[in-house]
């Protein structure tokens, strides 16, 4: 499985901007693909996750100002994000995972730059 994501760029505060992650290769079902990013000088984290069959969750920064989807007939994830403030600033990964994390695949990353 490979996981290509993209979409990051520089905005200012207030700004939005939409991350893709594109899947290829031996996929699987039942899958849960998820949004981490990490900031310089911090752990990665948890942003938002979603099912194959539609299901999300959100961690506490993104609720309210994040929006994530798939779209499963092109294996591709989104991520809306809205109201940007240089807290979003980061490296966002894409991840693949499968039940009981036997695949966990992730993608190579993508900046996003949130300054005035």
């Known amino acids: 499985v490979q996981l290509q994501a993209s979409g990051g760029g520089s905005v200012q505060p207030g700004g939005s901007l939409r991350l893709s992650c594109a899947a290829s290769g031996r996929l699987f079902s039942p899958n849960v693909m998820n949004w981490y990013r990490q900031a310089p000088g911090k752990q990665r984290e948890l942003v938002a996750s979603?099912?194959?069959?539609?299901?999300?969750e959100y961690e506490d920064p993104a609720k309210g100002r994040f929006t994530i989807s798939r779209d499963n007939t092109k294996n591709t994830m989104y991520l809306q994000m809205d109201s940007l403030s240089p807290e979003d600033t980061a490296v966002y990964y894409c991840?693949?995972?499968?039940?009981?994390?036997?695949?966990?695949?992730w993608g190579q990353g993508t900046l996003v730059t949130v300054s005035s």
């Open positions: 991840n693949m995972r499968g039940p009981g994390g036997i695949h966990d695949y």
């Open positions: 979603i099912t194959n069959t539609g299901i999300s």
